[in-house]
C-alpha cells in the first residue's frame, strides 16, 4: 500500500488500468519518498516489443491513467525495464523495485 498525503492507494488498481494500455506488457507500481505527501505514485512498465520507451510513451501512460483513475491514484511518473524482476514462483519481485529506487525522490 501507498500511503500519500494521508490517504491509502492500492497497487494493483493502478497495475490494473496500465495493463490495458495495448503498449505494455508487465507492470509494477508502488510509492517512492515524496518530501510533501509522504509517498508518490511510480509506475515501472515492461513495454511490449513493438513500443519502446520514451517519453512520449511514459506520458501516454500517465493520461491513460488519469482517465481512468482518481488523481491522486495516477503515476506521477513511469520509468521503463526491459523485464521487471520475478521471483522463481513467477511473482513480481516488488522489494527488488523498492530498495533500486531507495533515497529517491519524486
Not at 49 to 55: E, K, R, T
Not at 88 to 102: D, E, I, S, V
Amino acid at each position: 500500500m501507498i500511503i500519500s498525503g494521508g490517504v491509502n492507494i492500492y497497487p494493483r488498481e493502478i497495475e490494473d488500468v496500465l495493463i490495458q494500455h495495448p503498449a505494455v506488457r508487465d507492470v509494477a507500481v508502488f510509492g517512492i519518498p515524496d518530501a510533501e505527501m509522504g509517498e508518490q505514485v511510480k509506475a515501472v512498465v515492461e513495454p511490449m516489443a513493438d513500443a519502446g520507451p520514451s517519453d512520449a510513451l511514459a506520458q501516454a501512460l500517465i493520461e491513460h491513467a488519469r482517465a481512468r483513475l482518481a488523481h491522486y491514484k495516477v503515476p506521477k511518473s513511469v520509468d521503463f525495464m526491459d523485464e521487471l524482476p520475478r521471483l522463481p514462483t513467477g511473482k513480481l519481485y516488488k522489494q527488488a523495485l523498492r530498495a533500486a529506487y531507495a533515497g529517491r525522490t519524486g
